[in-house]
């Protein structure tokens, strides 16, 4: 038992680093976003007591984050590179108000050193890793090079690019399949699956054509094709100070053309022992590149429980919410924090993984033609609710979703005590969400969670192809379709003005079918509903 006086004592230090965090804490950040990932960024702006200021484009002049925030400035037209990321736009807006920091969000400038490097030029701070961090992983051939200088366990390959006589020479050596990626990288482009020797040149020749369109670099490397594997991210935090630790991982092996689909924490297959082997190689990775803030390092994870380094998101991560649940911890208030000067006001051995939490990217996609984009008015939004369910969300009823960037609409999040009863929640809260006047996803998750392999996590990354080649399941019939018209109904009804006189209709059931709208047409959706 701690003295009177050294009790007090304590109690001052901690009131005094309390109040010089405060005179630390920003007063007013900016957000060079838009959509979810910006409105979850005011949030936590909001909450924290700093102002938040919102950029824009013409076409997303009636968007959500610019209702939520304190400020909102325009940038430019819809073209990303004449708004989103045009730097000295949002450098000048940053100015204009006063902003002493910048949140990059995740996607447009979120990777960029050249913007990292202009924040701090301009005398704001950019919330997130250095700029030397983010080109050292930025470039897939450069942090290859690091983690092998670093002992982190690769997949067998180049560690830098290659032309096309090289790759011809060290393909049969490391043996097919391979896969050709480009070295600036990601969400699959500029990357080819190459089973033979006789598929290598072209296959380079449009990895590379693909990458010089999309990242203005053809670089590209080679990579021994791990069949079969997950794909198991490890969420690492660092402050400014050296303290790093991991958050647990994340199991992404949901995915369609390298893209995460659904997102999972913990993984099934990850205990104790790999856990803290695969953690402790993330936290090395990161020291070695001199990392701070949040970031992501991503492993492929073979049959044996093998993992290999596969590349650092220097960035939040579109599915940080599961990781979130399943610590306690707000990721987006720790990135503040730690770009204050703050540090991490906790060890590796205070994180503790509670439950189990589930993600679903909702998309404005039709996913039974192609996933082709399906822009439009939302004419009709309910939101699912109820114990563990989060919806994080860029969208309201009336909003219209433009063409110009990507579809997501938001993330379906939840958390439960245990795996299967995650599933079950995650199933009930996609019954509660209705989406009308765009195609969207939300049919796919319900496949993906009533397959027998997903429920039992026997999953890798080429789990949704081969649902998606299957045939879908009958329509719903029986008992199962009356629920869906059950819920479908109830819908209908809430939105359909005054209630229905119950012993009124029930008089009428002996007549012929004189139904009000609502139901025949809740009878309806539920016998057509995948």
């Not at 109690?11 to 959509?35: D, E, P, T, V, W």
């Not at 919330?127 to 080109?135: L, T, V, W, Y």
């Not at 990242?215 to 794909?231: G, M, S």
């Not at 998606?468 to 869906?484: D, V």
Request: proline share 6%; with cysteine.
């Amino acid at each position: 038992m701690l003295h009177p006086l050294d009790e007090l004592a304590a109690r001052s230090q901690r009131l005094a680093a309390l109040f010089y965090n405060r005179l630390l804490m920003f007063r007013k950040i900016l957000i060079a976003n838009r959509g979810e990932i910006a409105v979850r960024v005011i949030r936590a702006c909001r909450e924290m007591g700093i102002a938040s200021v919102a950029v824009f484009s013409d076409v997303d002049r009636a968007s959500l984050h610019v209702s939520l925030a304190d400020e909102a400035y325009p940038i430019g037209p819809a073209a990303a590179a004449e708004s989103y990321l045009n730097i000295p736009k949002i450098l000048d807006v940053a100015g204009r108000s006063g902003a002493q920091a910048i949140h990059p969000g995740y996607g447009f400038l979120s990777e960029n050193p050249r913007f990292a490097r202009a924040c701090t030029q301009a005398g704001i701070k950019f919330i997130g890793p250095p700029a030397s961090a983010m080109e050292l992983m930025g470039s897939k051939t450069r942090a290859r090079q690091a983690m092998q200088a670093a002992a982190v366990p690769m997949v067998p390959g180049s560690a830098r690019g290659l032309s096309l006589a090289e790759a011809q020479e060290l393909a049969p050596r490391i043996g097919f399949p391979v896969m050709i990626k480009a070295a600036a990288g990601g969400g699959g482009k500029g990357m080819r699956l190459v089973g033979s020797a006789s598929e290598l040149k072209s296959a380079f020749e449009t990895a590379q054509s693909e990458a010089r369109r999309a990242f203005n670099d053809d670089e590209v490397y080679l990579e021994k094709f791990i069949e079969n594997p997950r794909h198991i991210e490890i969420q690492v935090l660092g402050d400014e100070h050296g303290n790093l630790v991991y958050l647990g991982e994340r199991e992404c092996s949901i995915q369609r053309r390298h893209q995460k689909v659904v997102e999972e924490a913990p993984s099934a297959v990850v205990d104790e022992d790999l856990r803290k082997r695969m953690g402790s190689v993330a936290v090395q990775a990161a020291r070695s590149a001199g990392y701070c803030n949040a970031g992501t390092v991503e492993f492929l994870v073979d049959r044996k429980h093998n993992f290999y380094f596969l590349e650092m998101n220097t960035r939040l991560q579109v599915e940080h919410p599961v990781t979130e649940l399943v610590t306690g911890l707000d990721l987006v208030q720790m990135q503040l924090r730690i770009a204050a000067g703050e540090n991490l006001p906790f060890g590796q051995e205070e994180v503790k993984l509670r439950g189990h939490a589930i993600e679903c990217r909702v998309y404005a996609e039709d996913a039974d033609n192609n996933f082709f984009p399906s822009p439009g008015k939302i004419a009709r939004l309910v939101r699912p609710s109820g114990p563990g369910v989060r919806e994080d969300s860029g969208v309201y009823e009336g909003w219209t979703v433009p063409l110009d960037y990507d579809p997501m609409l938001s993330k379906l999040i939840v958390h439960a005590p245990s795996r299967a009863s995650a599933i079950a929640r995650m199933r009930r809260a996609l019954d509660e969400y209705f989406i009308d006047g765009i195609k969207t996803n939300l049919p796919l998750f319900r496949r993906i969670l009533d397959h027998p392999d997903f429920q039992s996590a026997s999953i890798d990354t080429g789990f949704l192809d081969r649902l998606l080649s299957s045939r879908p399941p009958a329509k719903a019939t029986g008992n199962g379709a009356l629920e869906i018209a059950a819920i479908s109904a109830a819908f209908f009804a809430a939105t359909a003005g005054p209630p229905v006189n119950v012993s009124n209709r029930r008089r009428q059931t002996d007549q012929p079918d004189r139904s009000s709208a609502w139901k025949r047409a809740g009878r309806l959706e539920g016998t057509e509903r995948p």
